[in-house]
Each structure stands twice: as C-alpha cells, then as structure tokens.
C-alpha cells in the first residue's frame, strides 16, 4: 500500500472498524465486530499503523549501518529490537565499521533475527532516521512522492522499509531532509504531495 492510496480516517486503540468479523491486520475481533489494535490510518478496509516499531518481513528493502566485523560476517543495525546479520557469504565486497550499506531482508527466524543477502555499500551521506509505519507515504504511489524530492534536491535517496533513510550525492541534502520530515509528520493528511511540491517550490 503506498501514497495516496493511505488517505482515510485515523482511529485508535479500540475503534469500531467494522459490525462485522473481518480479517484486518493489526484488529482484533470482539462478538462479532472488529475494533482497531493501533492508532492508524483505516481505508478501503485496510489499516495501517502511524506508529510502531520496524517489524521486518522477507523481502524489505532495508538501509542498515555496518556495527562489528565478524569473521563470518557483519552485525548491522536496521533500526529493529532484534540483531541482523549479514553473512560473507551473501557478498562479494568487504565492507567497514560505519559503513552503510542497502540490503534485502532475507528470512527473519523464529527468535526474530534478521538475516540479510544482496548487500551493496551505500556512498558518503547523511542518515534520516523516521518511523518506518510513515515510509509508504514517504515513497509514495508508483515512488512519486520520493521521486519528486529527488529531482527537486538533485539528490540520490536511498529509502529503506526501516524508517532508516539515505540521502547521498551533491545536491540540497537539507532540503531533502526537510522535505521527508514534512511527509512523516502530515502522512495522515490528505493533499500531501500538493503540499510538498508547493515546499519545493518554494525553496
């Protein structure tokens, strides 16, 4: 679910979703109707939390910084409770303490460990770190609202499904950032990339 399809009501803890038991991640159902678990966002019968920590899932995109060297492998901090380990195996280049890097999500365990292949070092830049339930919003429908903010920054954007984000390259890093902070606090609102490309503009 991306960007503009995320416009809908924000309900909590509690909330009638639903007279009717349904199937809706991150709802409980209660004789027979179905209430909210999360402060989110409920649209087209689909909820998505507005906070929360990342939960990692096979197959995520995620920007991780590089924290020990092992002899198997490296320990990389993806913004998660749980530890992530990238194996040598799944790589070709050799990477450095406080090196960051993008990387897929391999499988997570039942312990909730997160291991990680197809790594690639990321070049010099600056770490955004934003709640990872805001990212959709923050890429957008068909990468539009990221895209946008590229090609008003000139800069490259590296966004991983962890709330962790890379903003890299010659261009406007701080109008960048400025921009991707303005998406993560009005990413309940509807008329959001009107808005933004108007703060672009702007600047």
């Given at each position: 679910m991306n960007g503009d399809e995320l416009e809908g009501r924000i309900v909590m803890p509690g909330e009638l979703l639903s007279d009717k038991p349904e199937r809706i991640s991150y709802a409980f159902v209660d004789k027979g109707k179905?209430?909210?678990?999360?402060?989110?966002?409920?649209?087209?019968?689909?909820l998505?939390?507005?906070?929360?920590?990342?939960?990692?899932?096979?197959?995520?995109?995620?920007?991780?910084?590089i924290t020990e060297v092992k002899f198997a492998g490296y320990s990389v901090e993806v913004n998660s409770p749980f530890p992530a380990f990238l194996?040598?195996?799944?790589?070709?280049?050799k990477f450095e303490m406080g090196d960051a890097i993008l990387a897929k999500v391999l499988?997570?365990?039942?312990v909730r460990s997160i291991?990680?292949?197809?790594?690639?070092?990321?070049?010099?830049?600056?770490l955004?770190?934003?709640?990872?339930?805001?990212?959709?919003?923050?890429?957008?429908?068909?990468?539009?609202?990221?895209?946008?903010?590229?090609?008003?920054?000139?800069?490259?954007?590296?966004v991983g499904r962890n709330g962790y984000i890379w903003i890299a390259g010659s261009g406007n890093a701080n109008l960048a950032e400025k921009a991707i902070r303005l998406v993560e606090i009005q990413a309940h609102t509807s008329g959001l990339t009107d808005r933004i490309a108007a703060f672009l503009r702007g600047k």
């Open positions: 179905t209430y909210s678990t999360v402060v989110g966002l409920f649209s087209n019968g689909k998505v939390p507005l906070e929360g920590p990342y939960e990692p899932v096979p197959e995520d995109v995620v920007v991780g910084i194996s040598s195996r799944e790589i070709r280049e499988f997570v365990d039942e291991e990680l292949a197809d790594a690639k070092k990321l070049p010099p830049g600056r955004v770190k934003v709640s990872s339930v805001k990212v959709p919003r923050i890429i957008g429908k068909k990468n539009s609202m990221i895209d946008m903010i590229k090609s008003a920054t000139k800069c490259e954007i590296f």
